[in-house]
Nanobody
Framework: QVQLVESGGGLVQPGGSLRLSCAAS????????MGWYRQAPGKQRELVAI???????TYADTVKGRFTISRDNAKNTVYLQMDSLKPEDTAVYYC??????????????WGQGTQVTVSS
């Protein structure tokens, strides 16, 4: 079994910063891409940022220059540093990881989500 546990969400004022973390645990053989998605009320879930095992990154246009994704492969952990936050960044943020375990082929897993609210 694989678990993704997120932390770091909360309430922040516009212009502020938050750092999200997501740690994968379980019988992990290999972690491939890791990423962050978000879903605002009444909207579809959308990609925020993704980082592959080699370190290459992709960002949504709406967060480029403000958010930074990184990972610690030794800890199977992905981070999302969010700066210059705007009210429109308010959403539930979900971690996603493509993982191969010792018994299950490569597939995607989701975290439980963490709320980020940007408001004055």
């Amino acid at each position: 079994q694989v678990q993704l546990v997120e932390s770091g969400g909360g309430l922040v004022q516009p212009g502020g910063s938050l750092r999200l973390s997501c740690a994968a645990s379980g019988s992990i053989f290999t972690v491939y891409a890791m990423g962050w998605y978000r879903q605002a009320p009444g909207k579809q879930r959308e990609l925020v940022a993704i980082i592959i095992s080699g370190g290459s990154t992709t960002y949504a246009d709406t967060v480029k220059g403000r958010f930074t994704i990184s990972r610690d492969n030794a800890k199977n952990t992905v981070y999302l540093q969010m700066d210059s936050l705007k009210p429109e960044d308010t959403a539930v943020y979900y971690c996603n990881a493509e993982i191969r375990t010792y018994s299950v082929p490569r597939r995607g897993y989701w975290g439980q989500g963490t709320q980020v609210t940007v408001s004055s």
